[in-house]
């Protein structure tokens, strides 16, 4: 699942969305005191689980505008967030595959439903095999049909409107690479693939976003229908349409029988479908582990972040989120009876490159992998996280970061390969035929493809000068921004620094399926995305991605990208991504911290209260201490 982010909020790559970003950490220390981990890019600690465990409810803030939106699992694009899905329809209804351990994104088998899968026939026939253990809340049992449902309600979805499901790619994946699936028998779901896939890949990235959804009680056409065959692709098609309408009566979430049919370890009791507001409790048939007793769960709506910080502060919530322009008052959280634990999540935040914008040659411009390479040198990542992010952040150079810990980090991750330096960025531009103008405006003075000139299509007095349309929140974007330019025009490129609001930056350079306004930015900076368990960057830099916003296009990316997804080595997308962390097709950014704060008698399995510093909620795991 790879998404659009800023700030932190999870959307698919086809609509305009939101969210943040991850990295390897700077050693630093903030006024308040707190420190980030050099190596792990922690901000603060998880204490072993303590204490006797107590019935009660955990109160978990929900951070403004993050309200759910849509519960059956079939989530569309403009409802595909992390509060739709991790936070709340994975509490009710689990995938196959648990792909988040603590902070690192992996999967965790303990809490997936079904054992690794099987790859036979050249990498073209998956066996996926459903564990025991798990059963649907009314006792009957989950079987490999309920997961075949899933995909044949699936493909109904697609077949109406590709913005029906948020992760879906034509084309790639599921639903429209599965040619065949069968049920051999009650455990068992195989399917056959139209051509080979990276085994890996297609685990991480795509089965797992399957959800096994309860046939026997959801396979009608109406609330008081009979069950229907929904291998029929007619009575399929009937079927979603009526299982999407009730998912859009948001109204009737906690009072719909069918929504009541889980195998989470919760069952929904409440919902406010004007703030967001929602109370689960334990299901008792759940398979999957848990604490001993498990608390309740009650979502509380905040409008501001400044409105949850001080329920922090008034020791009000028993789980929330520390703002990162409050992480200076750290201290006063802790005085405040709270653990605090920061982690940047998974993905990558950029500065966009439009490869396509011909104002002031541009595009012939910033093809140039030396000057792509200056304006790398350009950004102090370090210097950012230290003043910007008070030391709650991480450093991250490509798509693949250091932080959290994954097998697919490739050497050029965990070490900048073009570390800040003015000088070094002067050096590369003079070399290749600017005239460099500290404080002005430098120009190409040796135009042509030679060496030691500036390259094909920039013509002599070309001007290093052009625009970045940013986000103006959060505050952070602009002070890197800001900081950035003005580092650049000590070489000479000016930078004319344009905000706006994210539906605007987004509207005007982020349409890469309908670019009207190709030519009215050079670069953008609206967010990132959110890196799928195998994290290639399919869709994002191959040629004609559907989040290709940039208009990248470079046949040895496109080819390692392919490989990424096609292949049969595990570790492709390792040379995938130290590729373009080399090339630059974007500028990386550092990632701030998402900051958990809990209070001290909320306990549980660390790796679960890591896990919501990636915006997965596992209270299943947790317990209360009094």
């Known amino acids: 699942m790879t998404v ?69 699992p079939i989530i ?71 997961a075949l449902f899933f995909l044949d309600e699936l493909r109904a979805a697609v077949g109406e409107s590709a913005a029906n499901f948020g992760s879906y790619t034509p084309g790639v994946g599921i639903p429209d690479q599965v040619v065949s699936a069968s049920t051999p028998n009650a455990t ?41 065959d929904f291998t029929n692709p007619a009575n399929a098609k009937k079927i979603y349409d009526f299982l999407a309408k009730e998912s859009g009566s948001t109204g009737t979430y906690a009072t719909n029988p069918l929504w009541q049919v889980v195998d989470g370890p919760y069952r929904l009791t409440a919902f406010n479908n004007t703030t967001g507001a929602y109370t689960m409790v334990p299901n008792p048939s759940y398979g999957g582990p848990t604490s001993k007793i498990v608390p309740t769960l009650q979502a509380i709506p905040f409008t501001s972040d400044t409105a949850e910080f001080n329920a922090v502060l008034a020791h009000s919530i028993d789980i929330g989120y520390m703002p990162q ?27 966009n490159y439009n490869f396509a914008d011909k104002t002031g040659d541009f595009n012939n411009i910033i093809g140039q992998l030396y000057v792509r390479q200056a304006l790398a040198h350009l950004e102090d990542e370090e210097g950012y996280v230290k003043a910007f992010f008070h030391g709650a952040g991480g450093l991250a150079y490509g798509p693949v970061p250091a932080a959290p810990v994954s097998p697919y980090s490739p050497a050029n991750a965990l070490t900048n390969p073009y570390p800040f330096s003015i000088s070094a960025a002067a050096s590369l531009l003079k070399s290749h035929g600017w005239n460099v103008v500290p404080g002005g405006t430098s120009t190409c003075a040796k135009p042509g493809t030679g060496p030691g000139e500036c390259g094909s299509g920039i013509p002599a007095g070309t001007k290093l000068a052009f625009n970045v349309l940013y986000i103006n929140d959060p505050a952070i974007v602009g002070e890197q921004l800001t900081n950035w330019a003005s580092d650049a025009k000590k070489v000479g490129i000016t930078i004319a620094l344009q905000s706006g609001t994210f539906d605007h930056v987004v509207a005007v350079a982020n349409d890469p399926a309908s670019p009207k306004t190709i030519d009215q930015w050079a670069m953008s900076s609206w967010g ?14 191959n040629t004609g991605g559907s989040s290709n916003g940039g208009f990248y296009t470079d046949p040895e990316a496109d080819k390692l990208i392919n490989a990424s997804v096609t292949g049969s080595n595990p570790n492709a997308v390792k040379a995938e991504a130290a590729y373009l962390t080399a090339q630059q097709p974007s500028l990386f950014q550092p990632n701030p911290d998402f900051i958990v704060v809990w209070k001290d008698d909320v306990s549980g399995q660390p790796a679960a209260i890591e896990a919501m510093t990636q915006y997965y909620l596992n209270t299943e795991l947790m317990y209360l201490t009094k």
């Open 4 to 72: 659009t982010r800023w700030p932190r909020t999870l959307v698919a790559c086809v609509a305009a969305a939101t969210a943040t970003t991850l990295g390897l950490a700077a050693c630093s220390t903030s006024s308040s005191g707190g420190s980030v981990n050099s190596t792990t890019g922690a901000f603060g600690s998880v204490p072993a689980a303590s204490g006797t465990p107590q019935a009660g409810t955990i109160t978990w803030a929900e951070s403004p505008g993050s309200a759910p939106t849509w519960i059956l």
């Open 76 to 146: 569309p694009g403009a409802d595909f967030t992390v509060y739709s899905t991790n936070s709340f329809n994975y509490e009710l209804w689990r995938p196959l595959y648990w792909t988040q351990s603590g902070v690192s994104p992996t999967i965790n088998q303990a809490l997936s439903l079904a054992y690794l899968p099987t790859y036979s026939d050249g990498d073209k026939t998956v066996t996926v095999r459903l564990k025991t253990s798990y059963k649907w809340s009314d006792g009957q049992p989950i079987t490999s049909k309920d």
């Open 188 to 228: 068992t779901l195989v399917l056959t693939l139209n051509k080979a896939v990276n085994p890996t890949w297609f685990t991480e990235n795509e089965l797992q976003l399957v959800q096994p959804m309860p046939a026997h009680a959801w396979a009608k056409a109406s609330a008081s229908g009979p069950i229907l």
């Open 325 to 351: 322009t409050d992480v200076p008052q750290l201290a006063r959280v802790k005085a405040a009876g709270y653990h605090v634990f920061g982690y940047p999540d998974w993905g990558f935040t950029i500065v």
């Open 528 to 541: 990132g995305f959110t890196n799928p368990a195998y994290p290639t960057t399919f869709g994002i830099f």
